[in-house]
């Protein structure tokens, strides 16, 4: 990640109209997507566009349709449709690549670039390195003029298609019949599209977050704040609240009691329902980060799954999956990956597989995801004058050891810098509350001592 100028860890993304997203930067972004693919693919590349519904989505739709069309390509703007929504028909258009314009949970005044292969995967880093070298220097890119140039249209109907998608990843054997469900769209992508996929499926819907002004994705509602949605979950008796973010890649799953059931226990019930139902794969694994709860790591231990750990971001979840073969993954943020039907996150067939789970085990999600201990953990972030890494610095390697004997195998502890602050975060988690906070105190000290 080192040297990037444009691309995070999740596509481009900042304060709308402002470098780095801004129209002129998105059009020279359109010109480079279709030069790579141009180079590598085809000679008129087939690029799927879609978006939130923020109000700079226009701006920055435009101008990298724009950029598409001056360099060849064919575009095709899906209007509001979620980021799994994009992966999807990407690949089932047999387009070359997909793009989705959105700033995921931010509030509306940023936005956000993030761009798919023709598989439905997100870039790898070395391809975006590629993407960036052009768009600050657009020299590299060929001129394309008269007959080469490309053109645009809008597709509204390929949203029937990720809808039939989704429901089929609902078991023919149940159905939402008889389930009173609310669900907030986050005033987000899913906005429309996610009622419609519960009703058709049989359930009741109640709509939240589904009035987009173009200023109101996320403010107050979606995943991110699911208490409007709890809210209604007793008001109204439901069964089951869903709340989605703005471009519809995660969810916050609310009880029948107005609960909001934490993201690690969702994890957990999943690995679980995949291996009774023999959908885990052959290496037996679930893939997380490292910011996912010691506590779900040791309820799948203890039913036969191993948990791995990757880097913070859906992405690197996903890539791990692709080259051991796992299928399922997620993490604590509401980010859940079923890899036999979804090439990313996906908020609304992440809840239709947790319904399924339900329906399977015939208890309520309450009782299910109580199962699952979830350890105390304590965090302490340390000022540092230096980022040097954790592990060329003795002391505190010396420190680390000492007291993750005194957890034994019933705890962790997560050293990581900020990416945005001159801070080293101190995390521990165990069993005891107690001997968590000591050990956090401690190992703050020892880092604050080496590096402040």
Not at 52 to 59: I, V
Request: charged content about 25%; some cysteine; overall charge neutral.
């Amino acid at each position: 990640m080192s040297g990037r100028k444009l691309f995070g860890t999740d596509g481009v993304r900042g304060k709308a109209n402002t470098y780095p997203m801004t129209g002129e930067i998105a059009f020279v972004l359109g010109r480079a997507v279709t030069s790579y693919f141009q180079q590598n693919f085809s000679k008129k590349p087939l690029i799927i566009i879609g978006k939130d519904t923020r109000l700079s989505c226009y701006m920055l739709e435009q101008a990298f349709s724009a950029g598409v069309c001056s360099q060849g390509g064919r575009a095709i703007l899906t209007g509001p449709l979620p980021t799994p929504g994009v992966a999807f028909v990407t690949q089932s258009m047999r387009a070359d690549a997909g793009v989705m314009i959105s700033a995921s949970h931010n509030s509306f005044e940023d936005n956000g670039i993030k761009i798919f292969d023709r598989t439905g995967h997100k870039l790898p880093d070395e391809i975006e390195l590629e993407l960036e070298k052009m768009v600050l220097n657009p020299s590299l890119i060929p001129i394309k003029t008269g007959e080469l140039l490309g053109n645009a249209k809008r597709l509204d109907e390929v949203i029937g298609r990720y809808i039939v998608h989704t429901k089929a990843a609902l078991s023919p054997q149940y159905s939402l019949e008889g389930l009173r469900i609310v669900v907030d769209g986050a005033n987000g992508a899913g906005y429309k599209l996610a009622p419609l996929v519960f009703e058709e499926l049989g359930a009741e819907v109640i709509p939240l977050g589904n009035t987009p002004n173009g200023l109101n994705i996320n403010k107050a509602c979606g995943a991110l704040h699911p208490q409007l949605c709890a809210e209604n979950v007793k008001k109204y008796r439901a069964d089951l609240g869903v709340c989605l973010d703005g471009d519809g890649d995660r969810l916050t799953i609310v009880d029948g009691s107005g609960e909001v059931i934490h993201g690690d226990r969702l994890i957990g019930l999943c690995g679980r329902f995949l291996k009774d139902n023999q959908e885990i794969g052959p290496t037996k694994e679930v893939v997380g980060t490292v910011m996912s709860n010691f506590g779900v790591e040791h309820y799948l231990q203890k039913l036969g799954l191993n948990f791995v750990r990757t880097a913070v971001g859906d992405r690197y979840i996903v890539e791990h999956m692709r080259q051991t073969g796992a299928l399922f993954g997620g993490e604590p943020s509401g980010h859940l990956v079923f890899k036999r039907y979804s090439t990313t996150g996906d908020g609304i067939l992440a809840a239709l597989k947790v319904i399924e789970s339900i329906k399977f085990y015939d208890k309520d999600l309450s009782e299910l995801t109580n199962e699952i201990e979830l350890f105390p953990q304590k965090m302490e972030n340390v000022f540092v004058q230096k980022r040097t890494p954790f592990e060329d610095v003795p002391e505190i390697q010396k420190a680390v050891e000492a007291a993750q004997l005194k957890l034994k195998d019933e705890g962790r502890i997560l050293l990581r810098y900020s990416g945005t602050e001159a801070l080293a975060r101190v995390m521990v988690e165990g069993r005891d509350q107690q001997l968590v906070t000591t050990i956090c105190s401690e190992l703050a000290q020892v880092v604050t001592k080496a590096l402040g």
